[in-house]
């Protein structure tokens, strides 16, 4: 009798721990790395306003890491509840910690694609027009955890090359995130770089969404000092993802706010993915299967 009622209080000292841990007064929000950490914490800022009571916390905080790695760390650990990630961050946590996120959401374009592409810029001046050309010249990557930054352009630009990025460059290297690469593709550190874009709409615009958009409205990139050597095949758009241990009518609240918010409030909807986009569709992990495989057989995780 005396163990089935210790058992028992066991039991519920554990239930109401876990009740407890669930009852978040703060809600953790990851930011990725890859361009300027003030205009990233600007760009959020809008969610601390209207989120915190339509999911019934407190507050809304943010951390800004300075590169993919620094919030994937986050989420593995459980010290972040919700991230946008790329579909290769995406697959370095699913493939150290399968269970740690779910993707529920990503977005669509305004063409209704739930894509986008890598997309390799030289500066014009440098006369290039054409991958071919790029043969024996430094090329620079955003971000090791990037899908379009490295990860995407390392799988299918052999097939364009007719061999291995390595014995194709004279040099790779990385340029601290996408928008730093695109400066330093600008500053003539790299002859060309892989960055981002949806691929819909205007080259001159930076296209509809991406790195190149979010850089020409700013004001810090003109697009006329660039010229686009090749583009990759579609690749999925990354997903939200929220920790897989938060309350499920928490989950739920969150969801339908993000599905809501390009109604509800535009401009932080804008703000936030940083392009034109019509809103969000579901997704799951089998989406982004292919992103996972590719990861698996060439970095291994």
Known sequence: MMKKALLGAVAL????????????????VG????ENEADRLRNFQCLADTL???????????????????????LLGGTLDYAELGASAFAKVYLAKADAVEPILT?????GSTGYYSIMV???????????EMKGKKLGFADPDSASGYLVPLVTLPESLGGPVKEYFAETGFGGGHENLVLEVLKGNFAAGTTWGS???????????GNLKKMVDKGILDM????????????????IVIRSSLDNDMKAKFRQFMVDLPKTDAACFAAIQG?????????NVDFYKPIIDARKATIGG
């Open 13 to 28: 000292l554990a239930l109401a721990s876990h009740v407890q841990a669930e009852d978040l007064k703060e809600f953790r």
């Open 31 to 34: 930011i990725l790395g890859g």
């Open 52 to 74: 915190p009571k339509a999911i019934g916390v407190e507050k809304v905080s943010f951390f800004p890491a300075a590169d993919y790695d620094g919030v994937v760390q986050g």
């Open 107 to 111: 977005t669509v374009q305004t063409d």
């Open 122 to 132: 030289a500066r014009k001046d440098s006369g290039m027009t054409k991958l071919e």
């Open 199 to 209: 691929g819909v709409g205007e080259f001159k615009d930076g296209y509809t969404s």
């Open 224 to 239: 006329d000092d660039l010229v686009e050597l090749w583009r990759s095949p579609l690749i999925p758009n990354g997903p």
């Open 275 to 283: 392009g034109d986009f019509t809103g969000y569709t579901e997704v």
